[in-house]
């Protein structure tokens, strides 16, 4: 019965979402790309890692444009992206966690798509984040530290999304439904047929 049930309001969330793309945000270790990617793959549209289109148009990856160009530089090529990724219809685009600081990538983000916050707790951020040494952010003698301060700084505007969904340390399947199902039950949708 619930697969049934998630099924049907997946369908409701494909047809609600027409040409928008959903976009997930939240700090790196939350799980937008891993949730991203099957979430896309249930809803039957494209699957975009805005970081990867980052590193496709630098012809570099993120950790050398940090070290080649600053953290400034990156931001302002990240924003170019999403900007150009947005427009693309109906998928789901996974950003990088500094993507939703800029506030006119938000604004966009409000306007052309649905904005979907994968809120992660510190011991399971640092859990993920330990297993990979590519994030430049986290390249401080404490980690932990920097982490929580970027959750001090960005967690009050990532609540700016539309919608939040707590990530928790179970199998993807599981977030995915979380997900969808937050998605189906969010009262934002202007559902022309209904006016």
Known sequence: ???????????AVRQRLGER??????LMGAGKTSVGRRLAEKLDIPFVDADHE???AAG????????DHGEAYFREGERRV?????????QVLATGGGAFMNEET???IKSQGVSVWLK???????KRVAKRHDRPLLQAEDPEAVMRTLMEKRYPIYALADVAVESRDVQHGQMVNDVIRALAQWDGWDIEAND
């Open 106 to 108: 938000r604004a966009r």
């Open 82 to 90: 999403i900007q150009r990724l947005i427009g693309n219809g109906a």
């Open 1 to 11: 019965m619930a697969r049934r049930s998630i099924a049907k309001e997946a369908e």
């Open 21 to 26: 793309p959903i976009v997930l945000v939240g």
């Open 60 to 67: 570099k990856p993120i950790k050398e444009i940090f070290a």
């Open 54 to 56: 980052i590193e496709a």
């Open 120 to 126: 992660a707790p510190l011991p399971l951020l640092m």
